[in-house]
């Protein structure tokens, strides 16, 4: 017996990402018949990201509790939720996916873009500007952030926050962009 399972497959099997976990707390909520704003679904998705029963049951425990207190699904009762299926914690840190997704906001450049190979300067800022953020707001290595943005080398990202830092000084427009993500990201948090 032992010689058979120990023939088997052994496949690691990883979280999902953001994407997938959006979409599977959509068709989750659809066939449960209840209707969520896409801002809730992404909050849930930021929050639940081990496995695919934990968004499940989430879904579930909100239409429970809906049901029960006779409450529509809103945010208060999302975050009443997700703290009581976290042990009474939400979110306590900033991802450089979230920095991506809110410099792309901020600068009309789609996340792809801000990770992929592109020069162009619109681009580029933004790039370098996430680049800088992630620096400052994340606790992880120049080797880290310059491999999610395309596997690039860590001079890249130090290059890209030295002029990020430098045009914030001269530049009133790009320093008040910097604090505003810094703030949107902050607000996330919460």
Not at 15 to 36: H, M, T, W, Y
Request: aromatic share 4%; charged share 25%.
């Amino acid at each position: 017996m032992l010689s058979r399972f120990q023939s088997g497959l052994s496949v690691d099997i990883q979280p999902p990402n953001f994407e997938l976990r959006v979409a599977i707390l959509l068709d989750k909520a659809e066939q449960n018949g209840i209707s969520l704003d896409y801002n809730i679904i992404e909050f849930i998705a930021r929050h639940i990201k081990d496995n695919i029963r934990d968004l499940e049951g989430t879904i579930i425990r909100l239409l429970a509790k809906s049901s029960l207190l006779n409450i529509e699904i809103d945010h208060n009762l999302v975050r009443d939720v997700i703290k009581e299926r976290t042990g009474g914690r939400l979110k306590t840190s900033v991802t450089i996916e979230d920095v991506v997704k809110k410099v792309s906001e901020a600068s009309q450049v789609s996340e792809s873009d801000i990770v992929g190979k592109s020069r162009k300067m619109k681009i580029a800022e933004a790039r370098q500007l996430s680049m800088f953020l992630c620096r400052d707001l994340i606790r992880t290595s120049l080797s880290n952030i310059g491999v999610y943005f395309g596997g690039r080398d860590h001079t890249t990202v130090m290059h890209a926050v030295k002029t990020i830092s430098n045009k914030c000084e001269n530049d009133a427009n790009l320093k008040n962009s910097v604090w505003s993500i810094k703030q949107k990201l902050g607000q996330d948090l919460q």
